[in-house]
Protein backbone atom coordinates (compact mmCIF):
# COMPACT_ATOMS: atom_id res chain seq x y z
CA UNK A 1 0.00 0.00 0.00
CA UNK A 2 1.45 3.19 -1.33
CA UNK A 3 1.67 5.84 1.82
CA UNK A 4 -0.78 8.17 2.40
CA UNK A 5 -0.63 12.30 3.51
CA UNK A 6 -2.45 12.66 6.97
CA UNK A 7 -4.62 10.72 9.07
CA UNK A 8 -6.21 8.02 7.28
CA UNK A 9 -9.57 7.57 7.15
CA UNK A 10 -9.71 4.83 9.27
CA UNK A 11 -7.20 6.22 12.32
CA UNK A 12 -9.95 8.88 12.61
CA UNK A 13 -12.94 6.64 12.60
CA UNK A 14 -10.83 4.80 15.16
CA UNK A 15 -10.79 7.93 17.33
CA UNK A 16 -14.72 8.74 16.63
CA UNK A 17 -16.05 5.51 17.74
CA UNK A 18 -13.72 5.88 20.87
CA UNK A 19 -15.39 9.25 21.91
CA UNK A 20 -18.61 7.54 20.88
CA UNK A 21 -18.61 4.64 23.26
CA UNK A 22 -17.03 7.00 26.15
CA UNK A 23 -20.48 8.88 25.52
CA UNK A 24 -22.44 6.36 25.13
CA UNK A 25 -21.51 5.07 29.14
CA UNK A 26 -21.43 8.77 29.90
CA UNK A 27 -24.90 8.65 29.66
CA UNK A 28 -25.82 6.05 31.84
CA UNK A 29 -24.05 6.68 34.17
CA UNK A 30 -24.37 9.81 34.98
CA UNK A 31 -27.54 10.17 37.48
CA UNK A 32 -25.06 7.08 39.46
CA UNK A 33 -23.12 10.21 40.80
CA UNK A 34 -25.73 12.88 40.40
CA UNK A 35 -28.12 11.10 42.85
CA UNK A 36 -25.57 11.18 45.61
CA UNK A 37 -25.96 15.07 45.79
CA UNK A 38 -29.60 15.30 44.46
CA UNK A 39 -30.88 13.46 47.61
CA UNK A 40 -31.73 14.80 50.34
CA UNK A 41 -29.57 13.91 53.80
CA UNK A 42 -30.79 11.62 56.24
CA UNK A 43 -32.02 12.75 59.47
CA UNK A 44 -31.26 9.51 61.34
CA UNK A 45 -27.68 10.06 63.04
CA UNK A 46 -26.64 12.38 64.92
CA UNK A 47 -22.82 12.78 66.34
CA UNK A 48 -24.21 15.24 69.22
CA UNK A 49 -26.33 17.55 67.82
CA UNK A 50 -24.80 17.67 64.55
CA UNK A 51 -26.52 15.44 62.08
CA UNK A 52 -24.43 13.30 59.74
CA UNK A 53 -25.58 11.07 57.16
CA UNK A 54 -23.08 8.59 56.32
CA UNK A 55 -22.90 5.18 58.48
CA UNK A 56 -19.32 5.29 59.82
CA UNK A 57 -17.99 7.85 61.75
CA UNK A 58 -15.90 8.20 65.11
CA UNK A 59 -18.17 8.38 68.01
CA UNK A 60 -17.03 11.65 70.41
CA UNK A 61 -17.77 11.57 73.98
CA UNK A 62 -19.72 14.78 75.34
CA UNK A 63 -16.64 16.97 75.92
CA UNK A 64 -15.06 16.08 72.69
CA UNK A 65 -18.18 16.91 70.93
CA UNK A 66 -17.93 20.87 71.51
CA UNK A 67 -14.12 20.74 70.45
CA UNK A 68 -15.01 19.19 67.40
CA UNK A 69 -18.03 20.61 66.29
CA UNK A 70 -16.03 23.15 64.16
CA UNK A 71 -14.08 20.67 62.01
CA UNK A 72 -17.17 18.24 62.17
CA UNK A 73 -19.26 20.71 59.70
CA UNK A 74 -16.49 21.26 57.76
CA UNK A 75 -16.31 17.69 57.28
CA UNK A 76 -20.12 17.57 56.55
CA UNK A 77 -19.91 20.14 53.99
CA UNK A 78 -17.74 18.48 51.62
CA UNK A 79 -20.05 15.47 52.06
CA UNK A 80 -23.64 16.34 50.10
CA UNK A 81 -23.42 20.29 50.02
CA UNK A 82 -26.62 21.62 48.74
CA UNK A 83 -25.82 25.34 48.07
CA UNK A 84 -24.96 25.34 44.77
CA UNK A 85 -22.03 27.55 43.71
CA UNK A 86 -23.10 28.74 40.63
CA UNK A 87 -26.86 28.63 40.07
CA UNK A 88 -28.32 26.64 37.30
CA UNK A 89 -30.88 27.75 34.78
CA UNK A 90 -33.61 25.30 36.73
CA UNK A 91 -32.87 26.83 39.45
CA UNK A 92 -33.53 30.47 37.76
CA UNK A 93 -36.32 28.75 36.48
CA UNK A 94 -38.15 27.88 39.60
CA UNK A 95 -37.64 31.09 41.40
CA UNK A 96 -39.03 32.42 38.54
CA UNK A 97 -42.27 30.54 38.82
CA UNK A 98 -42.27 30.87 42.47
CA UNK A 99 -41.75 27.25 42.97
CA UNK A 100 -39.91 24.98 45.42
CA UNK A 101 -35.99 25.09 44.62
CA UNK A 102 -35.55 21.91 46.36
CA UNK A 103 -32.51 22.92 47.97
CA UNK A 104 -32.11 20.65 50.93
CA UNK A 105 -32.65 17.81 47.89
CA UNK A 106 -35.25 15.35 47.04
CA UNK A 107 -37.33 13.47 49.15
CA UNK A 108 -37.45 10.03 47.24
CA UNK A 109 -36.88 7.26 49.34
CA UNK A 110 -34.64 4.20 48.82
CA UNK A 111 -36.76 2.41 46.75
CA UNK A 112 -37.33 5.53 44.35
CA UNK A 113 -33.83 5.68 44.16
CA UNK A 114 -33.47 2.02 42.85
CA UNK A 115 -36.24 2.80 39.93
CA UNK A 116 -34.39 6.04 38.70
CA UNK A 117 -30.81 4.05 38.93
CA UNK A 118 -32.53 0.79 37.17
CA UNK A 119 -34.84 2.48 34.88
CA UNK A 120 -32.15 2.73 32.16
CA UNK A 121 -31.97 -1.10 31.66
CA UNK A 122 -35.45 -1.70 31.80
CA UNK A 123 -36.03 -1.73 27.72
CA UNK A 124 -32.24 -1.00 26.72
CA UNK A 125 -32.40 -4.95 25.94
CA UNK A 126 -34.84 -4.66 23.05
CA UNK A 127 -32.58 -2.85 21.03
CA UNK A 128 -30.08 -4.90 20.92
CA UNK A 129 -30.64 -7.18 17.80
CA UNK A 130 -32.66 -4.81 16.33
CA UNK A 131 -29.45 -2.30 16.70
CA UNK A 132 -27.97 -4.49 14.04
CA UNK A 133 -30.57 -4.82 11.61
CA UNK A 134 -31.30 -1.20 11.36
CA UNK A 135 -27.20 -0.73 10.73
CA UNK A 136 -27.41 -2.80 7.82
CA UNK A 137 -30.52 -1.21 6.34
CA UNK A 138 -29.78 2.48 7.00
CA UNK A 139 -26.15 2.55 7.77
CA UNK A 140 -23.83 2.10 10.81
CA UNK A 141 -23.37 6.31 10.59
CA UNK A 142 -27.13 7.41 11.07
CA UNK A 143 -28.18 4.57 13.62
CA UNK A 144 -24.97 4.30 15.99
CA UNK A 145 -24.72 8.90 15.89
CA UNK A 146 -28.58 8.95 16.33
CA UNK A 147 -28.82 6.60 19.57
CA UNK A 148 -26.04 8.32 20.92
CA UNK A 149 -26.95 12.17 20.28
CA UNK A 150 -30.41 11.35 21.30
CA UNK A 151 -29.35 10.10 24.74
CA UNK A 152 -27.64 13.11 24.99
CA UNK A 153 -29.92 15.70 24.14
CA UNK A 154 -32.32 13.62 26.74
CA UNK A 155 -29.84 14.64 29.24
CA UNK A 156 -31.06 18.43 29.22
CA UNK A 157 -34.81 17.27 29.99
CA UNK A 158 -33.34 15.72 32.96
CA UNK A 159 -32.61 18.46 35.58
CA UNK A 160 -36.24 19.72 35.13
CA UNK A 161 -37.73 16.35 35.31
CA UNK A 162 -36.26 15.71 38.41
CA UNK A 163 -37.73 18.78 39.63
CA UNK A 164 -41.23 17.95 38.30
CA UNK A 165 -41.48 14.29 39.54
CA UNK A 166 -39.09 11.21 40.01
CA UNK A 167 -41.72 9.06 37.58
CA UNK A 168 -41.04 11.68 34.65
CA UNK A 169 -36.93 11.07 35.74
CA UNK A 170 -37.93 7.67 35.27
CA UNK A 171 -39.48 7.75 31.99
CA UNK A 172 -36.76 9.60 30.66
CA UNK A 173 -33.87 7.17 32.02
CA UNK A 174 -36.36 4.46 30.26
CA UNK A 175 -36.53 6.19 26.56
CA UNK A 176 -32.65 6.65 27.15
CA UNK A 177 -31.85 3.11 27.70
CA UNK A 178 -34.22 1.44 24.49
CA UNK A 179 -32.55 4.45 22.30
CA UNK A 180 -28.75 3.72 23.60
CA UNK A 181 -28.98 0.19 23.18
CA UNK A 182 -28.80 0.69 19.01
CA UNK A 183 -25.48 1.70 19.36
CA UNK A 184 -23.33 -1.28 20.43
CA UNK A 185 -24.64 -3.94 17.83
CA UNK A 186 -24.79 -1.27 15.00
CA UNK A 187 -21.05 -0.79 15.22
CA UNK A 188 -20.77 -4.52 14.43
CA UNK A 189 -21.56 -3.55 10.72
CA UNK A 190 -19.66 -0.47 10.24
CA UNK A 191 -16.41 -2.58 10.94
CA UNK A 192 -17.21 -5.43 8.74
CA UNK A 193 -17.31 -2.43 5.89
CA UNK A 194 -14.29 -0.64 6.58
CA UNK A 195 -11.83 -2.63 8.69
CA UNK A 196 -9.30 -5.41 6.90
CA UNK A 197 -9.40 -8.18 8.49
CA UNK A 198 -5.83 -7.99 9.91
CA UNK A 199 -6.23 -4.89 11.36
CA UNK A 200 -9.70 -5.96 13.27
CA UNK A 201 -8.44 -6.65 16.77
CA UNK A 202 -6.79 -3.48 16.95
CA UNK A 203 -9.93 -1.69 15.61
CA UNK A 204 -11.92 -3.47 18.16
CA UNK A 205 -9.82 -1.36 21.28
CA UNK A 206 -11.94 1.12 20.03
CA UNK A 207 -14.87 -0.14 21.80
CA UNK A 208 -13.26 -0.11 25.11
CA UNK A 209 -13.65 3.71 24.88
CA UNK A 210 -16.62 2.58 27.15
CA UNK A 211 -14.70 1.41 30.50
CA UNK A 212 -12.51 4.71 29.78
CA UNK A 213 -15.51 6.32 29.55
CA UNK A 214 -16.73 5.56 32.81
CA UNK A 215 -13.11 5.43 34.98
CA UNK A 216 -12.90 9.43 33.72
CA UNK A 217 -16.11 10.65 34.16
CA UNK A 218 -17.04 9.78 37.22
CA UNK A 219 -14.14 11.45 38.85
CA UNK A 220 -15.33 14.61 36.33
CA UNK A 221 -18.61 14.41 36.75
CA UNK A 222 -17.90 14.56 40.85
CA UNK A 223 -15.71 17.83 40.02
CA UNK A 224 -18.30 19.55 38.21
CA UNK A 225 -20.83 19.08 41.12
CA UNK A 226 -18.11 20.40 43.38
CA UNK A 227 -17.82 23.29 41.36
CA UNK A 228 -21.04 24.04 40.58
CA UNK A 229 -24.15 22.12 41.06
CA UNK A 230 -25.50 18.41 39.64
CA UNK A 231 -27.86 19.78 37.40
CA UNK A 232 -24.43 20.77 35.04
CA UNK A 233 -23.48 17.46 34.68
CA UNK A 234 -26.57 16.83 32.79
CA UNK A 235 -25.62 19.80 30.99
CA UNK A 236 -22.10 18.97 29.85
CA UNK A 237 -23.16 15.32 28.68
CA UNK A 238 -25.66 17.39 26.22
CA UNK A 239 -22.95 19.41 24.87
CA UNK A 240 -20.43 17.07 24.96
CA UNK A 241 -22.07 14.43 23.16
CA UNK A 242 -23.64 17.36 20.36
CA UNK A 243 -19.89 18.09 19.30
CA UNK A 244 -19.32 14.43 19.15
CA UNK A 245 -22.12 14.25 17.01
CA UNK A 246 -21.39 17.26 14.78
CA UNK A 247 -17.70 15.57 13.96
CA UNK A 248 -19.49 12.19 13.86
CA UNK A 249 -21.24 13.60 10.88
CA UNK A 250 -18.77 15.53 8.93
CA UNK A 251 -15.87 12.99 9.34
CA UNK A 252 -17.46 9.39 8.97
CA UNK A 253 -19.05 7.28 6.80
CA UNK A 254 -20.56 4.37 5.88
CA UNK A 255 -18.12 2.84 3.49
CA UNK A 256 -14.96 4.01 2.35
CA UNK A 257 -16.78 4.37 -1.32
CA UNK A 258 -18.96 6.90 0.71
CA UNK A 259 -16.14 9.03 1.96
CA UNK A 260 -15.63 11.83 -0.22
CA UNK A 261 -11.95 12.62 1.15
CA UNK A 262 -10.15 9.50 1.57
CA UNK A 263 -7.12 8.89 0.11
CA UNK A 264 -7.72 6.37 -3.39
CA UNK A 265 -4.86 4.29 -2.02
CA UNK A 266 -6.39 3.74 0.93
CA UNK A 267 -9.89 3.07 -0.26
CA UNK A 268 -8.00 0.57 -2.63
CA UNK A 269 -6.73 -1.44 0.31
CA UNK A 270 -9.67 -1.79 1.80
CA UNK A 271 -11.81 -2.79 -0.77
CA UNK A 272 -8.95 -5.34 -1.72
CA UNK A 273 -8.37 -6.75 1.63
CA UNK A 274 -12.35 -7.28 2.00
CA UNK A 275 -13.17 -8.39 -1.35
CA UNK A 276 -15.24 -5.50 -3.00
CA UNK A 277 -15.71 -4.69 -6.50
CA UNK A 278 -13.91 -1.43 -7.49
CA UNK A 279 -16.76 -0.46 -9.57
CA UNK A 280 -19.92 -1.12 -6.77
CA UNK A 281 -17.55 -0.47 -3.84
CA UNK A 282 -20.24 -2.91 -1.94
CA UNK A 283 -19.07 -5.89 0.11
CA UNK A 284 -20.14 -9.06 -1.75
CA UNK A 285 -22.87 -10.87 0.38
CA UNK A 286 -23.53 -14.62 1.07
CA UNK A 287 -26.79 -16.35 -0.08
CA UNK A 288 -29.47 -15.80 2.30
CA UNK A 289 -29.43 -18.41 5.12
CA UNK A 290 -31.50 -19.40 7.51
CA UNK A 291 -30.75 -18.88 11.38
CA UNK A 292 -30.73 -22.26 13.04
CA UNK A 293 -32.80 -21.08 16.28
CA UNK A 294 -33.98 -24.03 17.85
CA UNK A 295 -30.73 -25.56 18.05
CA UNK A 296 -28.90 -22.35 19.32
CA UNK A 297 -31.66 -21.92 21.90
CA UNK A 298 -31.44 -25.72 22.94
CA UNK A 299 -27.51 -25.41 23.01
CA UNK A 300 -26.26 -26.07 27.15
CA UNK A 301 -23.16 -24.90 26.28
CA UNK A 302 -24.36 -21.94 24.75
CA UNK A 303 -27.20 -21.46 28.67
CA UNK A 304 -24.06 -22.35 30.60
CA UNK A 305 -22.17 -19.48 28.91
CA UNK A 306 -25.20 -17.26 29.17
CA UNK A 307 -25.65 -18.34 33.33
CA UNK A 308 -21.99 -16.95 33.47
CA UNK A 309 -22.78 -13.86 32.11
CA UNK A 310 -25.55 -13.21 33.75
CA UNK A 311 -23.46 -13.66 37.44
CA UNK A 312 -20.62 -11.30 35.83
CA UNK A 313 -22.89 -9.06 34.88
CA UNK A 314 -24.83 -8.88 37.88
CA UNK A 315 -21.87 -8.17 40.12
CA UNK A 316 -20.39 -5.05 37.61
CA UNK A 317 -23.27 -3.55 37.29
CA UNK A 318 -24.09 -3.99 41.15
CA UNK A 319 -20.89 -2.21 41.84
CA UNK A 320 -20.74 0.37 39.43
CA UNK A 321 -24.21 1.99 39.72
CA UNK A 322 -24.12 1.88 43.44
CA UNK A 323 -20.52 2.84 43.92
CA UNK A 324 -20.78 6.13 44.27
CA UNK A 325 -23.76 5.90 46.96
CA UNK A 326 -21.95 3.08 48.94
CA UNK A 327 -18.79 5.59 49.26
CA UNK A 328 -20.60 8.41 50.27
CA UNK A 329 -23.37 6.91 52.65
CA UNK A 330 -21.09 4.18 54.18
CA UNK A 331 -17.84 6.22 54.30
CA UNK A 332 -18.45 9.81 54.43
CA UNK A 333 -16.27 10.65 51.22
CA UNK A 334 -17.16 13.79 49.65
CA UNK A 335 -18.20 13.94 46.03
CA UNK A 336 -14.71 14.40 44.25
CA UNK A 337 -13.30 11.34 46.04
CA UNK A 338 -16.25 9.46 45.73
CA UNK A 339 -16.26 10.36 41.68
CA UNK A 340 -12.52 9.17 41.58
CA UNK A 341 -12.89 6.01 43.85
CA UNK A 342 -15.87 4.96 41.56
CA UNK A 343 -13.98 5.43 38.24
CA UNK A 344 -10.61 4.02 38.87
CA UNK A 345 -11.96 0.43 39.01
CA UNK A 346 -13.06 0.59 35.36
CA UNK A 347 -9.58 1.29 34.32
CA UNK A 348 -8.14 -1.11 36.00
CA UNK A 349 -10.81 -3.56 34.21
CA UNK A 350 -9.89 -2.48 30.92
CA UNK A 351 -6.25 -2.89 31.01
CA UNK A 352 -6.80 -6.17 33.10
CA UNK A 353 -8.66 -7.46 30.05
CA UNK A 354 -6.19 -7.02 27.56
CA UNK A 355 -3.13 -8.33 29.67
CA UNK A 356 -4.99 -11.52 30.58
CA UNK A 357 -6.34 -11.51 26.73
CA UNK A 358 -2.76 -12.05 25.76
CA UNK A 359 -1.78 -14.66 28.36
CA UNK A 360 -5.15 -17.07 27.27
CA UNK A 361 -3.68 -16.69 23.53
CA UNK A 362 -0.51 -17.20 24.41
CA UNK A 363 -1.45 -20.46 26.32
CA UNK A 364 -3.74 -21.58 23.31
CA UNK A 365 -0.71 -20.33 21.35
CA UNK A 366 1.47 -22.77 22.86
CA UNK A 367 -0.95 -25.59 23.45
CA UNK A 368 -0.16 -25.10 27.34
CA UNK A 369 -4.09 -25.87 28.08
CA UNK A 370 -7.06 -26.81 25.93
CA UNK A 371 -9.22 -24.15 24.68
CA UNK A 372 -11.58 -24.93 26.88
CA UNK A 373 -9.56 -24.65 29.81
CA UNK A 374 -8.92 -21.21 28.62
CA UNK A 375 -12.46 -20.14 28.69
CA UNK A 376 -13.01 -22.23 32.00
CA UNK A 377 -10.08 -20.01 33.59
CA UNK A 378 -11.63 -16.79 32.63
CA UNK A 379 -14.73 -17.72 33.85
CA UNK A 380 -13.81 -18.73 37.21
CA UNK A 381 -11.35 -15.50 37.39
CA UNK A 382 -14.32 -13.04 36.74
CA UNK A 383 -16.61 -15.12 38.21
CA UNK A 384 -15.35 -17.23 41.07
CA UNK A 385 -12.52 -14.82 42.08
CA UNK A 386 -14.79 -11.34 41.54
CA UNK A 387 -17.08 -13.12 44.09
CA UNK A 388 -14.59 -13.95 46.48
CA UNK A 389 -13.57 -10.06 46.12
CA UNK A 390 -17.06 -8.70 46.14
CA UNK A 391 -17.67 -11.46 49.66
CA UNK A 392 -14.97 -9.75 51.41
CA UNK A 393 -16.08 -5.99 50.86
CA UNK A 394 -19.15 -7.11 52.33
CA UNK A 395 -17.33 -7.75 55.39
CA UNK A 396 -14.99 -4.52 55.07
CA UNK A 397 -17.19 -2.54 57.50
CA UNK A 398 -16.08 0.85 58.19
CA UNK A 399 -12.67 0.36 56.59
CA UNK A 400 -12.33 2.26 54.13
CA UNK A 401 -8.70 1.42 53.18
CA UNK A 402 -10.23 -2.44 52.30
CA UNK A 403 -13.32 -1.42 50.91
CA UNK A 404 -11.51 0.48 48.52
CA UNK A 405 -9.18 -2.03 47.58
CA UNK A 406 -11.54 -5.29 47.54
CA UNK A 407 -14.39 -3.14 45.21
CA UNK A 408 -11.41 -2.28 43.01
CA UNK A 409 -9.93 -5.86 42.72
CA UNK A 410 -13.20 -7.38 42.34
CA UNK A 411 -14.28 -4.94 39.46
CA UNK A 412 -10.61 -5.94 37.93
CA UNK A 413 -10.70 -9.15 37.43
CA UNK A 414 -14.27 -8.94 35.82
CA UNK A 415 -12.11 -7.99 32.90
CA UNK A 416 -11.44 -11.84 32.18
CA UNK A 417 -14.95 -12.30 30.78
CA UNK A 418 -13.06 -11.11 27.52
CA UNK A 419 -10.99 -14.19 27.58
CA UNK A 420 -13.67 -16.19 29.22
CA UNK A 421 -17.74 -16.27 28.33
CA UNK A 422 -17.19 -13.81 25.92
CA UNK A 423 -14.77 -15.67 23.91
CA UNK A 424 -16.66 -19.09 24.62
CA UNK A 425 -19.55 -17.56 22.36
CA UNK A 426 -16.88 -17.00 19.31
CA UNK A 427 -15.39 -20.38 20.01
CA UNK A 428 -19.02 -22.33 19.84
CA UNK A 429 -19.66 -20.65 16.59
CA UNK A 430 -17.79 -18.57 14.60
CA UNK A 431 -20.27 -18.02 12.26
CA UNK A 432 -23.63 -17.05 14.47
CA UNK A 433 -21.44 -15.70 16.98
CA UNK A 434 -23.05 -12.03 16.55
CA UNK A 435 -26.47 -13.93 16.94
CA UNK A 436 -25.31 -15.68 20.40
CA UNK A 437 -23.67 -12.48 21.51
CA UNK A 438 -27.27 -10.49 21.00
CA UNK A 439 -29.35 -13.34 22.45
CA UNK A 440 -26.87 -13.40 25.64
CA UNK A 441 -26.78 -9.39 25.41
CA UNK A 442 -30.82 -9.40 25.35
CA UNK A 443 -30.80 -11.31 28.66
CA UNK A 444 -27.86 -10.47 30.77
CA UNK A 445 -29.11 -6.70 30.96
CA UNK A 446 -31.59 -7.58 33.23
CA UNK A 447 -29.55 -7.54 36.29
CA UNK A 448 -28.87 -3.80 35.43
CA UNK A 449 -32.45 -2.91 36.25
CA UNK A 450 -33.10 -5.43 38.72
CA UNK A 451 -30.21 -5.21 41.01
CA UNK A 452 -31.05 -1.13 41.78
CA UNK A 453 -34.60 -2.67 43.02
CA UNK A 454 -33.26 -4.78 45.35
CA UNK A 455 -30.63 -2.25 46.85
CA UNK A 456 -33.99 -0.03 46.86
CA UNK A 457 -35.84 -2.64 48.56
CA UNK A 458 -33.10 -3.49 51.25
CA UNK A 459 -31.97 -0.01 51.69
CA UNK A 460 -28.43 1.69 51.54
CA UNK A 461 -27.79 3.48 54.68
CA UNK A 462 -26.41 1.60 57.09
CA UNK A 463 -23.42 -0.97 57.00
CA UNK A 464 -26.00 -4.32 57.46
CA UNK A 465 -27.91 -3.32 54.17
CA UNK A 466 -24.73 -2.62 52.31
CA UNK A 467 -23.59 -6.34 53.33
CA UNK A 468 -26.74 -8.01 52.63
CA UNK A 469 -26.61 -6.38 49.04
CA UNK A 470 -22.94 -7.53 48.89
CA UNK A 471 -23.68 -11.04 49.74
CA UNK A 472 -25.89 -11.49 46.70
CA UNK A 473 -24.14 -10.08 44.77
CA UNK A 474 -21.34 -12.51 45.94
CA UNK A 475 -23.75 -15.32 46.22
CA UNK A 476 -24.44 -14.74 42.18
CA UNK A 477 -20.85 -14.31 41.09
CA UNK A 478 -20.06 -17.64 42.80
CA UNK A 479 -22.78 -20.05 41.75
CA UNK A 480 -22.75 -19.02 38.29
CA UNK A 481 -19.01 -18.94 37.67
CA UNK A 482 -18.72 -22.69 39.49
CA UNK A 483 -21.76 -23.89 36.90
CA UNK A 484 -19.44 -21.98 34.15
CA UNK A 485 -16.47 -24.30 35.52
CA UNK A 486 -18.00 -27.74 35.45
CA UNK A 487 -20.30 -27.29 32.41
CA UNK A 488 -18.60 -25.12 30.01
CA UNK A 489 -17.66 -26.49 26.78
CA UNK A 490 -15.54 -24.50 23.83
CA UNK A 491 -15.85 -27.00 20.94
CA UNK A 492 -17.82 -25.71 17.83
CA UNK A 493 -21.34 -26.48 18.40
CA UNK A 494 -22.44 -29.09 15.25
CA UNK A 495 -25.48 -26.40 14.16
CA UNK A 496 -22.70 -23.85 13.70
CA UNK A 497 -22.74 -25.94 10.28
CA UNK A 498 -26.53 -25.60 9.50
CA UNK A 499 -27.34 -23.64 6.41
CA UNK A 500 -31.04 -23.73 4.71
CA UNK A 501 -31.47 -27.22 3.47
CA UNK A 502 -30.00 -28.59 6.75
CA UNK A 503 -26.61 -30.09 4.92
CA UNK A 504 -23.15 -29.69 6.31
CA UNK A 505 -20.78 -26.96 5.45
CA UNK A 506 -18.94 -29.94 3.62
CA UNK A 507 -21.87 -30.45 1.31
CA UNK A 508 -22.31 -26.63 0.95
CA UNK A 509 -18.94 -26.16 -0.05
CA UNK A 510 -18.82 -28.84 -2.51
CA UNK A 511 -21.90 -27.00 -3.98
CA UNK A 512 -19.70 -23.60 -4.46
CA UNK A 513 -16.91 -25.55 -5.74
CA UNK A 514 -19.24 -27.15 -8.59
CA UNK A 515 -20.55 -24.33 -9.58
CA UNK A 516 -17.14 -22.63 -9.78
CA UNK A 517 -18.30 -18.90 -10.53
CA UNK A 518 -15.62 -16.91 -9.10
CA UNK A 519 -13.96 -14.55 -12.06
CA UNK A 520 -10.68 -14.23 -9.81
CA UNK A 521 -9.89 -18.10 -9.53
CA UNK A 522 -10.22 -17.17 -5.30
CA UNK A 523 -12.28 -20.04 -4.86
CA UNK A 524 -11.61 -21.67 -1.97
CA UNK A 525 -11.01 -18.55 0.40
CA UNK A 526 -13.60 -16.82 -0.67
CA UNK A 527 -16.07 -19.74 0.01
CA UNK A 528 -14.52 -19.55 3.60
CA UNK A 529 -15.44 -16.21 3.54
CA UNK A 530 -18.98 -16.85 2.29
CA UNK A 531 -19.63 -19.35 5.05
CA UNK A 532 -17.75 -17.73 7.60
CA UNK A 533 -16.45 -20.89 9.19
CA UNK A 534 -12.37 -21.59 9.72
CA UNK A 535 -11.22 -24.02 7.19
CA UNK A 536 -9.41 -27.10 8.61
CA UNK A 537 -5.98 -25.52 6.98
CA UNK A 538 -6.46 -22.13 9.48
CA UNK A 539 -4.10 -21.40 11.13
CA UNK A 540 -4.36 -20.89 15.23
CA UNK A 541 -3.23 -17.01 14.72
CA UNK A 542 -5.76 -16.55 12.79
CA UNK A 543 -8.35 -18.54 15.01
CA UNK A 544 -7.32 -16.58 18.00
CA UNK A 545 -7.43 -13.03 16.03
CA UNK A 546 -10.97 -13.45 15.46
CA UNK A 547 -11.73 -14.57 19.08
CA UNK A 548 -10.16 -11.65 20.39
CA UNK A 549 -11.57 -9.35 18.08
CA UNK A 550 -15.55 -10.17 19.18
CA UNK A 551 -14.30 -10.38 22.86
CA UNK A 552 -13.02 -7.22 22.94
CA UNK A 553 -15.86 -5.88 21.29
CA UNK A 554 -17.92 -6.66 24.08
CA UNK A 555 -15.53 -5.74 27.54
Not at 145 to 163: E, H, R
Request: hydrophobic content about 45%; glycine content about 8%; overall charge neutral.
Amino acid sequence: MAKEEGINARTTLWYLVFVGFAVNYMIRINTNITIVAMIKQSETEYVGNTKVDYACYIQLNVTEVAKETTTLKQGLGLLRSRESKITSPEQFLLKFLKLDPQREGFDWNDYQQGLVLGAFYWLHWITQIPGGILARRYGTKLVFGASNVIGCWLCFLMPIASYWDYRVLVILRVVQGLICGLAWPAMHHMAGLWIPPNERSKFVTAYLGSSIGVALNFPLFGYIISWSSWEYVYHFCGIFGTVWYVAWLYLVYDSPAEHPRIHPNERKFIESSLGISDHSGQQQQPTDENTPWKPILLSKPMWITVIAQWGGIWGLFTLMTQAPTYFNNVHGWNIEMTGLLSGIPHLCRMLFAYVFSLVGDRLLKRELMSRTGVRKMGGTMCCVVNGAFVFALAYSGCNSLMAIIFLTLATTVHGAVSTGPLANLVDMSPRYAGILLGVSGMITVIPGFISPIIVGMLGNHTVEQWRIIFLIASGMLIVCGLLYMTFADSSQQPWNSYDNSGSTNGEELERFKDASANPDGRKDSMYRMYLDVPSEKQTEREVNGHARAERLSSV
